[in-house]
Nanobody
């Protein structure tokens, strides 16, 4: 069982930046594929960014060039650096983990609100 705890959400103005963190329990974090998902009101949860165990990354088209996912295996933590935020980025952001796809374990989520 893996426990994931997100932090770093908040209120930011359009054009601003936030960095989300997800701390994971356990000793095999380095073997997991990790992902950041988001869910806006009335919409389905979507994968925003993923980083594999060998640190390959991929991004949703809507965030390419603005968001960066990274991991620190020594700290059992995955990050999501979000720049040039816009109102469409407003959502609850969830951290996910899994051996193949990052959807076997979930955090509770952290709210990101982009508003003037």
């Amino acid at each position: 069982q893996v426990q994931l705890v997100e932090s770093g959400g908040g209120l930011v103005q359009p054009g601003g930046s936030l960095r989300l963190s997800c701390a994971a329990s356990g000793s095999i974090f380095r073997l997991y594929s990790m992902g950041w998902y988001r869910q806006a009101p009335g919409k389905q949860r979507e994968l925003v960014a993923q980083i594999t165990a060998d640190s390959s990354t991929n991004y949703a088209d809507s965030v390419k060039g603005r968001f960066t996912i990274s991991r620190d295996n020594a700290k059992n933590t995955v990050y999501l650096q979000m720049n040039s935020l816009n109102v469409e980025d407003t959502a609850v952001y969830y951290c996910g983990a899994g051996f193949r796809q990052p959807n076997a374990y979930w955090g509770e989520g952290t709210q990101v609100t982009v508003s003037a």
